[in-house]
């Protein structure tokens, strides 16, 4: 079983929709969990992060983090033709190893 | 500030040639990583440094792969000999050593071995 599972997608929303991506993870030592976004050819830009569990929010994007259920979400409200990427999570444990998702294909169609 | 920065950002090379691939971290970042990132595998940590430093190397494919850090602003991947398989693109990021959640990456190098 890999550290982090993500669905691949594609995932395609009409402008306007509200997009829920997400990850699931199977160590309980994970203590920060990241988003990224990463547009075609380019390196991946750190949208946001958590620390624990909890909502976290940063304009249209909401970040939230289950860990109960080894579960974190990335919500986009009002989605954009820009917000067009592929979406990857990130995890980092206590003994500071990195796990990332495979990443989410996002298309928002005008 | 410029940026993580990388060289080359494409590289064409035969089976059994050296390839070596350069990152230069953001000013005042004491950490810096190594990724590749393929279709199959998504992105996988090979190597990360602090203060120069080489933490894990867990990620290192085989000892065809080398890194180092000479200083605090320059970073260098070689793979010797390169086989097909190393095909890929390579992220170079940098963060702050406290702060490894927020890593900033370059733009990548795109390897393609024939």
């Known amino acids: 079983q890999k550290e982090v599972e993500q669905d691949p997608g594609p995932l395609s929303v009409p402008e306007g929709a509200i997009v829920s991506l997400n990850c699931t993870y199977s160590?309980?030592?994970?203590?920060?969990f990241m988003w990224y976004r990463q547009y075609s050819r380019k390196g991946p830009e750190l949208l946001m992060y958590?620390?624990?569990?909890g909502n976290k929010e940063d304009g249209r994007f909401t970040a939230q983090v289950d860990k109960s259920s080894k579960y974190i979400s990335l919500f986009i409200r009002d989605s954009q033709p820009s917000d067009s990427a592929t979406y990857l999570c990130?995890?980092?444990?206590?003994?500071?190893?990195?796990?990332f998702g495979t990443g989410t294909s996002l298309t928002v169609i005008p | 500030d410029a940026g993580v920065i990388q060289s080359p950002r494409h590289e064409v090379t035969e089976m059994g040639q050296e390839v070596t691939l350069r990152c230069k971290p953001i000013?005042?970042?004491?950490?810096l990583f190594w990724y590749r990132q393929t279709m199959m595998r998504g992105l996988e940590l090979l190597i990360y440094?602090?203060?120069?430093?080489?933490?894990?190397d867990s990620g290192m494919p085989e000892d065809r792969f080398s890194a180092k850090m000479p200083n605090a602003s320059f970073s260098t991947l070689k793979i010797q000999p390169s086989e097909p398989r190393d095909s890929a693109v390579y992220f170079c990021?940098?963060?702050?050593?406290?702060?490894?959640?927020?890593?900033?990456f370059g733009p990548g190098t795109r390897l393609t071995v024939t």
């Open positions: 990021a940098s963060s702050y050593w406290d702060r490894t959640y927020e890593q900033y």
């Open positions: 160590n309980s030592a994970f203590q920060y």
């Open positions: 958590t620390y624990s569990s």
């Open positions: 990130a995890m980092v444990n206590t003994g500071n190893q990195f796990y």
């Open positions: 000013s005042g970042h004491n950490s």
């Open positions: 440094f602090n203060n120069n430093v080489p933490i894990d």
